[in-house]
């Protein structure tokens, strides 16, 4: 190897090089220096590398000079060319025989493409950033636990800020993970995979979403997050529905039909077979099978109905004592067929009310009917009972229809009033609630669901006294 001159070694450094005294004056200076910034006899270090007039207010050198330390800072400065070069700085003291700082050698590295390379690494960052807070569907970041590790602003508006819980909590309040999992699935085998779901915004609304996760992988290649990005398909449902529901609507209510039917030709054989042995006993058994199953037609009929259009209230003053006698009397015979006590609670002050009396009726019954069949399918408990009651103040009527049934968990009571959800299974055509919860609507009114898990649920009905009007009847008439 070819030994240089050591002052060789500060002529060829691939940096800029100076000496400078104690008053900022370049004494020293390397060739790359003087190529890029031209002659330095006489002249300070801050008129050649930034055009000034007086001396910059952080100055390395001058922190060094005070303290005798190395300094380190970022400067932008200006070749003789006028092009802006970014440097990174460092300055050590140069030192006399007495240990006394006679100079500062300054050492100026070029940096300016390191630099452009950052912006231009910040500038990426900040539009994907802006991407995913900006993108119009739902965006989280999930480890391996489902934990939501971070969230786009469309998420947060939707489900809040929760980062931290898990998907299933905040997506549907659930209390364990989700069956068949599609972020699982990717953390299982790195693919893509989607489905669709309903989940409840922090707002309480159900919306339906189309999900889609991908893995996010570490350097080792494995998955070390997923992203799922789930997009509310909810008006595009609305718009289906009234196609493919009807289809849903008839398959689901077929084996109901066929049941009453059979109930129908049961008891229409009753009183046949009663007449012509003149059997009075028989033909009322009969009659009165043929009476609960029309009734039970009705009621599917009327709820078809209701989904299938729009119907407007048919107003009357109705007694609320009276219309629930009406209704323990349609379900009575349900609930014994079923093992299950129905009882009435009637508040003399309940009094009258404004609305259409046989859609609340029919709420009412729905109502009632849901929560027989919660007690029909409880096997924990020796007795079940139906309470119906009304009551009401000056403004609204209350009506509760409670259990003491199976009960429902937190998404269950969330869902329960969906088009065509049902906890039922098959026995369930999921129109029930969702009716009953249309027809409250249509009187300005609304139901409450309070229930736990085994224990029991109680519905609670509000209806206003009088009927708000409408917008045409509140337009003053014109001549």
Same mark, same amino acid.
């Given at each position: 190897?070819?030994?240089?001159?050591?002052?060789?070694?500060? /002529?060829?450094?691939? %940096?800029?090089?100076?000496?400078?005294?104690?008053?900022?004056?370049?004494?020293?200076?390397?060739?790359?220096?003087?190529?890029?910034?031209?002659?330095?006899?006489?002249?300070?270090?801050?008129?050649?590398?930034? *055009?000034?007039?007086? *001396?910059?207010?952080? +100055?390395?050198?001058?922190?060094?000079?005070?303290?005798?330390? %190395?300094?380190?800072?970022?400067?932008?400065? @200006?070749?003789?060319?006028?092009?802006?070069?970014?440097?990174?700085?460092?300055?050590?003291?140069?030192?006399?025989? $007495?240990?006394?700082?006679?100079?500062?050698?300054?050492?100026?590295?070029?940096?300016?493409?390191?630099?452009?390379?950052?912006?231009?690494?910040? /500038?990426?960052?900040?539009?994907?950033?802006?991407?995913?807070?900006?993108?119009? +569907?739902?965006?989280?970041?999930?480890?391996?636990?489902?934990?939501?590790?971070?969230?786009?602003?469309?998420?947060?508006?939707?489900?809040?800020? !929760?980062?931290?819980?898990?998907?299933?909590?905040?997506?549907?309040?659930?209390?364990?993970?989700?069956?068949? +999992?599609?972020?699982?699935?990717?953390? #299982?085998?790195?693919?893509?995979?989607?489905?669709?779901?309903?989940?409840?915004?922090?707002?309480?609304?159900?919306?339906?979403?189309?999900?889609?996760?991908?893995?996010?992988?570490?350097?080792?290649?494995?998955?070390? @997050?997923?992203?799922?990005?789930?997009?509310? &398909?909810?008006? &595009?449902?609305?718009?289906?529905?009234?196609?493919?529901? &009807?289809? #849903?609507?008839?398959?689901?209510?077929?084996?109901?039909?066929?049941?009453?039917?059979?109930?129908? =030709?049961?008891?229409?054989?009753?009183?046949?077979?009663?007449?012509?042995?003149?059997?009075?006993?028989?033909?009322?058994?009969?009659?009165?099978?043929?009476?609960?199953?029309?009734?039970?037609?009705?009621?599917?009929?009327?709820?078809?109905?209701? @989904?299938?259009?729009?119907?407007?209230?048919?107003?009357?003053?109705?007694?609320?004592?009276?219309?629930?006698?009406?209704?323990?009397?349609?379900?009575?015979?349900?609930?014994?067929?079923?093992?299950?006590?129905?009882?009435?609670?009637?508040? =003399?002050?309940?009094?009258?009310?404004?609305?259409?009396?046989?859609?609340?009726?029919?709420?009412?019954?729905?109502?009632?009917?849901?929560?027989?069949?919660?007690? *029909?399918?409880? $096997?924990? $408990?020796?007795?079940?009972?139906?309470?119906?009651? +009304?009551?009401?103040?000056?403004?609204?009527?209350?009506?509760?229809?409670?259990?003491?049934?199976?009960? #429902?968990?937190?998404?269950?009571?969330?869902?329960?009033?969906?088009?065509? !959800?049902?906890?039922?299974?098959?026995?369930?055509?999921?129109?029930?609630?969702?009716?009953?919860?249309?027809?409250?609507?249509?009187?300005?009114?609304?139901?409450?669901?309070?229930?736990?898990?085994?224990?029991?649920?109680?519905?609670?009905?509000?209806?206003?006294?009088?009927?708000?009007?409408?917008?045409?009847?509140?337009?003053?008439?014109?001549?």
């Amino acid at each position: 190897m070819m030994d240089l001159p050591k002052g060789q070694y500060f /002529e060829l450094m691939p %940096c800029y090089l100076t000496v400078q005294d104690r008053e900022f004056r370049v004494t020293k200076a390397n060739k790359r220096f003087r190529e890029d910034f031209g002659e330095f006899e006489g002249r300070y270090c801050y008129q050649v590398y930034k *055009r000034r007039s007086e *001396r910059c207010e952080s +100055c390395p050198v001058g922190r060094t000079f005070q303290d005798g330390q %190395c300094h380190r800072s970022e400067e932008q400065v @200006y070749t003789l060319g006028g092009r802006e070069v970014s440097v990174i700085v460092y300055t050590t003291p140069i030192t006399d025989e $007495k240990g006394e700082i006679t100079a500062v050698m300054e050492m100026s590295t070029d940096i300016t493409e390191i630099k452009r390379l950052q912006r231009q690494l910040k /500038e990426s960052q900040e539009r994907y950033h802006l991407l995913f807070e900006e993108v119009p +569907c739902y965006i989280s970041i999930q480890d391996p636990e489902l934990r939501i590790v971070d969230a786009n602003r469309s998420f947060k508006e939707n489900f809040g800020d !929760f980062l931290g819980c898990k998907c299933y909590e905040i997506y549907k309040h659930r209390d364990e993970e989700c069956v068949n +999992c599609a972020v699982q699935r990717t953390f #299982m085998d790195g693919g893509i995979h989607h489905s669709e779901e309903v989940v409840t915004s922090v707002k309480g609304e159900h919306l339906n979403t189309l999900v889609f996760t991908a893995p996010i992988r570490g350097a080792d290649g494995r998955t070390k @997050y997923v992203m799922e990005m789930s997009t509310n &398909i909810t008006p &595009i449902r609305q718009l289906q529905s009234q196609l493919v529901s &009807i289809g #849903m609507l008839i398959s689901s209510v077929s084996h109901g039909i066929k049941g009453l039917l059979t109930g129908l =030709d049961g008891g229409m054989y009753l009183v046949n077979t009663g007449l012509q042995k003149n059997n009075q006993q028989r033909v009322t058994q009969g009659w009165e099978m043929v009476q609960r199953n029309i009734d039970r037609i009705r009621g599917t009929v009327m709820n078809i109905l209701y @989904y299938a259009k729009e119907r407007e209230p048919v107003w009357e003053t109705v007694a609320a004592p009276a219309l629930l006698e009406e209704v323990r009397g349609v379900i009575e015979a349900r609930a014994r067929e079923s093992g299950v006590e129905v009882k009435c609670q009637v508040d =003399d002050n309940a009094g009258g009310f404004e609305a259409d009396a046989k859609a609340i009726r029919s709420l009412l019954v729905n109502l009632a009917e849901n929560s027989v069949d919660a007690c *029909r399918v409880d $096997k924990k $408990k020796p007795s079940h009972s139906v309470t119906l009651g +009304c009551r009401g103040d000056t403004d609204s009527v209350f009506f509760e229809v409670s259990d003491n049934g199976i009960g #429902m968990d937190r998404e269950t009571r969330e869902k329960a009033f969906s088009l065509f !959800f049902s906890s039922k299974g098959s026995e369930g055509t999921g129109l029930g609630l969702f009716i009953a919860n249309k027809i409250a609507a249509a009187h300005s009114g609304r139901i409450e669901i309070q229930s736990e898990v085994e224990k029991g649920t109680r519905f609670v009905v509000t209806i206003p006294r009088r009927r708000k009007a409408t917008v045409d009847e509140q337009q003053p008439e014109t001549k």
